[in-house]
């Protein structure tokens, strides 16, 4: 079974610092590692993925991703926090022959002026 | 482009009723999915959908329906609203249904079960 743990359900940074968003997987076969975005009273919306090949994934935005098969983890950062990352940020994980794309709790990120 | 289309975007309902949501795409998408998200819980797969005329169980189904009579369209319905029931629902739809597709989600229905 497989199965996402995102740490922290809310973080905070201000403005221009780094942002770091954590995310554990578990799964029995190689996985496709996603991370969602969702704005205020809007549906979520692709930031990366990681499929096969290169394990730092690049997204919108300025975020990116990288894939640690060793620590099984997928962790989301940007250098440089803007207000507009204000959001709630899913991590999701799912596998080949299958659909069922399963979610994390999501980690709500706040961004202090 | 209009994506991913729910109706309505907000309701309140007393326990007992019915509702339908509806989902469209205009994507041409063959597999759609109905999720419920509620705080601290992430998405939770209701139903989903492998092409029309066709519907399955996700995770947590009971309690809802669903129809899939044209590829566009995918409907959830609740045929006696309880209070559990109060949550965000999104529809999603995906070009494949293998696990590198990403997701297209609507906008999402604010449901209160009162």
């Known amino acids: 079974a497989q199965s996402v743990t995102q740490l922290g359900s809310h973080v905070s940074v201000s403005e221009g610092a780094l942002v770091l968003l954590r995310c554990n997987y578990s799964s029995s076969v190689p996985p496709y590692l996603f991370w969602y975005v969702q704005y205020p009273n809007q549906g979520l919306q692709l930031l990366l993925k990681y499929t096969t090949g290169a394990t730092l994934v690049k997204g919108i935005n300025g975020f990116e991703a990288e894939f640690k098969k060793s620590e099984t983890s997928f962790h989301l950062t940007k250098p440089s926090a803007h207000m507009s990352d204000a959001a709630e940020y899913f991590c999701?994980?799912?596998?080949?022959?299958?659909?069922?794309?399963?979610f994390g709790a999501g980690t709500r990120l706040f961004v202090k002026a | 482009n209009a994506g991913v289309t729910q109706t309505p975007k907000f309701r309140v309902l007393k326990t007992g009723q019915s509702m339908t949501l509806l989902c469209a795409q205009d994507m041409n998408h063959e597999y759609m999915y109905w999720y419920r998200q509620d705080p601290g819980m992430g998405l939770r797969l209701i139903h989903y959908s492998v092409g029309e005329g066709t519907t399955a169980k996700g995770e947590v189904p009971d309690g809802y329906n669903v129809s899939r009579l044209k590829k566009q369209n995918f409907l959830l319905g609740l045929e006696s609203a309880a209070p559990s029931q109060t949550s965000v629902y999104f529809c999603?739809?995906?070009?494949?249904?293998?696990?590198?597709?990403?997701?297209?989600f609507g906008q999402g229905t604010r449901l209160t079960v009162v």
């Open positions: 999701a994980v799912s596998n080949t022959g299958g659909f069922k794309t399963i």
């Open positions: 999603a739809s995906s070009l494949r249904g293998q696990g590198d597709t990403e997701a297209f």
